[in-house]
């Protein structure tokens, strides 16, 4: 897999296969670290990175979690995203920053490791199925809320991603569905989920999941393009299990739709709303409706 020529490395533009790290890396060792996932995408005016300021932000935020403290600004690292993109001359594709405690120290306490900062960008299609996909209850809980703090986006925390992609996957399910400690609905391994049931959509509330991007973006459109209100509340399997339709969201998986949950089909099928978002997100991350048109940052 090609990820890009060039990648933004603590300040400056460097070639991808000169970058080198030590294998005495605290972040390597034990997994501390923070990370965004964001797309670009190619519009009439150019490639275009889809609320790149939330997701520079949001590693700031897991970043004070962790407190790593990181030595670039949200619109340094919103800049130097844009620098990469223009050397990858990538017209779509996938940026992935990482802040994370380096080099310089070892044992659990990081304090006094360097902190490690870059930015990557290659070529990345699809990561679901644009058709409806089969989804199976992972046996692994979404990280319990006193244990980690599952709104931060910590390399660490994805062990449990990991964990219940894996089983899905030797499962022969496309993805995998997470519970809450409370055996309530909470996420996929890299979703948020949304189910419609009479009109009305549902989504988990924040305390056990992520905080997502995309999840925000939906609930937005949703209102204002199609007038269907969200309720963000506490889900149980059985909500999904009678939803008339359900679906993920992510910046990897943009609008997924599912087909059934467990070997169960989810409703008739139809997908009346959620294909409509699923159109309507498509058309907001290219370019094509420019009310929205804040939320995208051209190379
Ligand atoms: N949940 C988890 C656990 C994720 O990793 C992701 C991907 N970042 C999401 C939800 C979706 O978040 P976003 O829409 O911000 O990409």
């Known amino acids: 897999m090609d990820f890009g020529t060039n990648l933004w490395r603590n300040g400056e533009l460097i070639k991808s296969k000169e970058a080198k790290i030590s294998l005495i890396n605290h972040a390597l060792h034990y997994g501390s670290g923070v990370f965004e996932g964001i797309r670009c995408y190619k519009t009439e005016r150019g490639t275009a990175v889809f609320r790149l300021k939330e997701h520079m932000e949001r590693l700031h935020y897991s970043a004070s979690v962790l407190e790593i403290k990181i030595p670039h600004t949200v619109e340094a ?3 130097a995203t844009l620098e990469v993109l223009a050397a990858n001359k990538l017209e779509s594709g996938y940026i992935r920053p990482v802040a994370c405690f380096g080099e310089n120290k070892m044992g659990l306490n990081p304090h006094g490791a360097d902190i490690e900062v870059f930015i990557a960008a290659w070529a990345w299609g699809k990561y ?14 979404r990280i319990h809320p006193k244990s980690l703090q599952a709104d931060a986006k910590i390399n660490g925390h994805y062990v449990n991603s990991i964990m219940s992609s894996q089983w899905a996957s030797n499962n022969n399910y496309q993805e995998a569905l997470l519970l809450d400690y409370n055996g309530n609905l909470a996420e996929g391994p890299g979703e948020n989920l949304f189910i419609i049931k009479d009109g ?5 509330k924040l305390g056990t999941i992520l905080n997502g991007i995309t999840r925000s973006t939906i609930m937005q459109l949703a209102v204002d393009e199609l007038g269907v209100k969200t309720v963000e509340k506490t889900l149980v399997p059985e909500d999904l299990l009678n939803a008339d339709e359900a679906f993920f969201t992510g910046t990897a998986a943009e609008v997924t739709i599912l087909k059934s949950i467990d070997g169960s089909q989810i409703g008739d099928q139809s997908n009346d709303i959620s294909n409509k978002l699923k159109q309507l997100y498509a058309d907001v991350v290219e370019g094509r409706v420019s009310k929205y048109d804040d939320w995208l940052s051209y190379v």
């Open 77 to 79: 690292l919103s800049h």
């Open 128 to 141: 679901l199925s644009d058709d409806p996909i089969t989804v199976g209850t992972s046996p692994w809980i």
């Open 200 to 204: 009305v959509m549902y989504t988990p």
